[in-house]
Structures are given as structure tokens and as C-alpha cells.
């Protein structure tokens, strides 16, 4: 059972759009009924079904990346959605104390946008901002249902795919510290880092990397340094470019 909160999310989630493009999430149903939901996006595993919206998003990633293989794009598409869903969420229970609820079904996702990612969603309404509410959220709501359908695309090793989710849930804690720090908002930076370390110490994420006050260092690697010109991440465990037949894993 679903427990919805009689909490103050306002419509437009305004307390959002000033962390950035990462953490809005448009509520005004503009063009919404013309794209497809993320549901639809992870429903489609064949590869060349016609009108797929998943395969339109990685051939546009893999264009603009400037590679050849699939799997890189995938990695990369996983892990800007991850950064979306888990910046709304987090910017959510951390400035509201309230989570909207993302149904995969109602929200809708833009494939031929540009970075980061469109969602929208109509109506606005509110759960619990528990770390084990924002997990189902985030991670059972849409990032599994999105490995799966991305595992048409490409093999993407399972802890590769974890480190993506950590390292998105990271990136997302550290943004809303670095505002928080900025306008003097102690309070936000103090309920951001300690969310995000509750989520990443639950099963679902623990052992992907380590947590050093705002700084995480993942175990496994997202495979960009296989993009021309790409080299390794800030928090890959790599610490400069392996040779090319590395399989992104660190151990």
C-alpha cells in the first residue's frame, strides 16, 4: 500500500529550479501527451522495434559521444537518467521533506532532448522522504526496469550498472551541498549528506563505492574513457584510462 502525505509540494516543485537543470521537474503538462513514459521506454526490450524510444535516446547519446558501441551509450543514458530521478527525489525530501511520487507510467520523458534529461509529470503528490521510500522511488521504480531493457542494447555487468546509480546518487548529495553552502543553508547540506549516506549504506548500493564527507570513489568504472577523448570520471576507480581491453570493473 501507498502512503500518501498531505504535505505542501507545491505544483510546480518551485523549490527546485534554483539547484539546476538536474533537479526540475516540469509539471505543466506542456507537449507531455505527445512523448512516451519512462514505462513504455523500459517495456520496449526488442532492439529494433520500430518507434523504440529507448533506442532513439542511445543512438542520439552514441552520436553525440562520437562512439560506435552501444553498451557506452547505454552506460551513459543510465546513468544521466539515474542523475535526474535521483537529483528530483533527493532535492525533493531534502528542501520539501516530501517525495513526489514518479510513476514510471505518468511520467514522461523526452527521448530526442538534450542533456539533461526531460521528464514531466502531471500532478503532483507527495510520499514519505524516508531513505527507504526514496530507494523504491528511484531505484525499483525505474533504474532496474531501465537495466533490464537497456540489456538489449549492450552487456552491462551488474556492479557497473550499481556504480552509475551511487555515483548519480553522489553527484546529486554534493550539488545540493555546494548550493546549501552558498546561501548559507546548513540545514539542507546536513539533511543531503546524511540521505544520501543512508541510501548508499543499504543493501541495494552498499559496496559500490565509498563516501568521504561529500567525495565518492566508485568500484567500478561507466566506461566513458572508451569515448573519444573521454579519459576517466572524477570518481572512477581507475585512476587514468585503462588499456582498451579493460571490461570497466575495478574488483
Not at 528511484?138 to 551488474?158: E, I, M, N, S, Y
Not at 559496496?207 to 570518481?235: E, I, N, W
Request: aromatic fraction near 4%; include cysteine; proline fraction near 7%.
Amino acid at each position: 500500500m501507498v502512503l500518501l502525505l498531505f504535505v505542501d509540494l507545491d505544483p510546480d516543485l518551485a523549490a527546485l529550479r534554483p539547484l539546476g537543470g538536474f533537479f526540475v521537474l516540469r509539471t505543466d503538462g506542456a507537449r507531455a501527451d505527445s512523448l512516451p513514459t519512462l514505462a513504455q521506454a523500459y517495456a520496449v526490450t526488442a532492439p529494433d522495434l520500430p518507434g523504440n524510444p529507448l533506442l532513439s535516446r542511445l543512438r542520439k547519446v552514441a552520436a553525440a559521444l562520437g562512439t560506435r558501441e552501444m553498451r557506452v551509450a547505454a552506460s551513459v543514458t543510465h546513468q544521466g537518467l539515474a542523475a535526474r530521478l535521483w537529483s528530483v527525489a533527493l532535492g525533493s525530501a531534502v528542501l520539501y521533506g516530501a517525495v513526489p511520487v514518479l510513476d514510471a507510467g505518468a511520467l514522461r520523458w523526452d527521448p530526442d532532448a538534450g542533456a539533461p534529461d526531460d521528464l514531466r509529470l502531471a500532478g503532483v503528490r507527495a510520499l514519505p522522504a524516508d531513505a527507504a521510500t526514496v530507494e523504491d522511488v528511484v531505484l525499483r521504480g525505474h533504474l532496474d526496469p531501465l537495466a533490464t531493457a537497456l540489456a538489449a542494447h549492450g552487456r552491462l555487468a551488474p556492479g557497473l550498472l550499481r556504480g552509475n546509480a551511487a555515483s548519480a546518487l553522489a553527484g546529486a548529495a554534493r550539488e545540493l551541498d555546494r548550493w546549501a553552502r552558498r546561501h548559507g543553508r546548513a540545514d539542507v547540506s546536513a539533511r543531503a549528506g546524511s540521505l544520501a549516506a543512508e541510501l548508499l549504506g543499504r543493501p541495494a548500493l552498499a559496496g559500490a563505492g565509498t563516501l568521504t564527507g561529500t567525495a565518492f570513489r566508485r568500484r567500478s568504472c561507466c566506461l566513458y574513457y572508451r569515448v573519444p577523448g573521454g579519459g576517466v570520471c572524477g570518481d572512477c576507480c581507475f585512476p587514468r584510462p585503462p588499456r582498451s581491453s579493460a571490461r570497466g570493473a575495478c574488483g
